[in-house]
């Protein structure tokens, strides 16, 4: 027994194999090549934007008695939003507006409302974006959502619900907001 596990040891020893060659310091050029991969590799800083800075009351006020802005963070992302008070329960003419800023999907995961996905660019800056709308479940009403990239991997919501021009004000946004979204 203690004859096999010796034979064992050797022979498990006798299969490491050694390098061959011959052992030279790193070079500067070597170093450089490899501090540049890094560099390129690390991600840029990531994009920061604060949804409650991008329209002022002035704005939104032409297209109605909005209270707001109100922010808050939903699923960890930034959200502002603006309401018309309802004026009973049954009222389904007071829209709702949100932006969200998604820090981490692009236009590539937009959920479809229900009547497709548009693509498209705002009239000034020609910014890539998607639309979709549909039927909101809970309220009944017109929900419209116009989806802004800022980067790749970085985008903001324009949501509009509770009223029937949904999109229409969802775009008048949209063109309000542009300018003041960081490009990539």
Same mark, same amino acid.
């Given at each position: 027994? =203690?004859?096999?596990?010796?034979?064992?040891?050797?022979?498990?020893?006798?299969?490491?194999?050694?390098?061959?060659?011959?052992?030279?310091?790193?070079?500067?050029?070597?170093?450089?090549?490899? =501090?540049?991969?890094?560099?390129?590799?690390?991600?840029?800083?990531?994009?920061?934007?604060?949804?409650?800075?991008?329209?002022?009351?002035?704005?939104?006020?032409?297209?109605?008695?909005?209270?707001?802005?109100?922010?808050?963070?939903?699923? /960890?992302?930034?959200?502002?939003?603006?309401?018309?008070?309802?004026?009973?329960?049954?009222?389904?003419?007071?829209?709702?507006?949100?932006?969200?800023?998604?820090?981490?999907?692009?236009?590539?995961?937009?959920?479809?409302?229900?009547?497709?996905?548009?693509? @498209?660019?705002?009239?000034?800056?020609?910014?890539?974006?998607?639309?979709?709308? /549909?039927?909101?479940?809970?309220?009944?009403?017109?929900?419209?959502?116009?989806?802004?990239?800022?980067?790749?991997?970085?985008?903001?919501?324009?949501?509009?619900?509770?009223?029937?021009?949904?999109?229409?004000?969802? @775009?008048?946004?949209?063109?309000?907001?542009?300018?003041?979204?960081?490009?990539?």
């Amino acid at each position: 027994m =203690l004859l096999t596990l010796a034979l064992a040891a050797a022979t498990v020893a006798g299969c490491e194999q050694a390098e061959v060659g011959t052992a030279y310091p790193e070079t500067e050029n070597s170093h450089s090549a490899q =501090l540049s991969e890094q560099i390129s590799s690390s991600s840029a800083p990531p994009i920061s934007v604060e949804p409650c800075s991008l329209l002022a009351e002035s704005q939104i006020d032409q297209y109605g008695e909005f209270s707001g802005p109100e922010e808050r963070s939903y699923q /960890g992302y930034s959200v502002c939003s603006w309401a018309v008070q309802k004026e009973s329960a049954s009222d389904v003419e007071a829209p709702l507006v949100d932006l969200v800023f998604r820090h981490d999907l692009g236009l590539e995961e937009i959920i479809d409302l229900g009547d497709g996905l548009q693509a @498209g660019q705002t009239d000034d800056s020609g910014r890539e974006l998607i639309k979709t709308s /549909g039927i909101e479940p809970v309220t009944n009403t017109r929900s419209c959502l116009i989806a802004m990239k800022i980067s790749d991997d970085s985008r903001l919501d324009v949501t509009v619900g509770r009223t029937e021009d949904s999109c229409e004000l969802a @775009g008048k946004i949209v063109e309000m907001v542009d300018s003041k979204l960081p490009r990539s």
